[in-house]
């Protein structure tokens, strides 16, 4: 099992940008596809971005294609997200978790606490 603890959260105001971060331990996450999901309050969480043990592949949802961008540094064990052009659809928690695909559908496992990222119009 990989823990995983998320950071970089906060309040930002529309059209801007955050990092997110996610340091792994107890396992080297450079065997795993690592990726990112998103729950709104009142809502079911949603895959967000996802990146192969290289970062050469990545995939991302439909709502933030073109404004997120996966990335990770295996060295440093730690898979960040960075959120551009950021939207008040974006607020949720956001939770880091070794991801796989099956059938089309993206899930997790070995989640994080999550880190709350708020976008104020």
């Known amino acids: 099992q990989v823990q995983l603890v998320e950071s970089g959260g906060g309040l930002v105001q529309a059209g801007g940008s955050l990092r997110l971060s996610c340091a792994a331990s107890?396992?080297?996450?450079?065997?795993?596809?690592m990726g990112w999901f998103r729950q709104a309050p009142g809502k079911e969480r949603e895959f967000v971005a996802a990146?192969?043990?290289?970062?050469?592949?990545?995939w991302y949802g439909d709502s933030v294609k073109g404004r997120f961008t996966i990335s990770r540094d295996n060295a440093k064990n730690t898979v960040y997200l960075q959120m551009n052009s950021l939207k008040p659809e974006d607020t949720a928690v956001y939770y880091c978790?070794?991801?796989?695909?099956?059938?089309?559908?993206?899930?997790?496992?070995?989640w994080g606490q999550g880190t709350q990222v708020t976008v104020s119009s």
């Open positions: 978790a070794r991801v796989v695909k099956y059938g089309g559908t993206w899930s997790g496992s070995d």
């Open positions: 107890g396992r080297a996450i450079r065997n795993y596809v």
């Open positions: 990146s192969n043990w290289n970062g050469i592949n990545t």
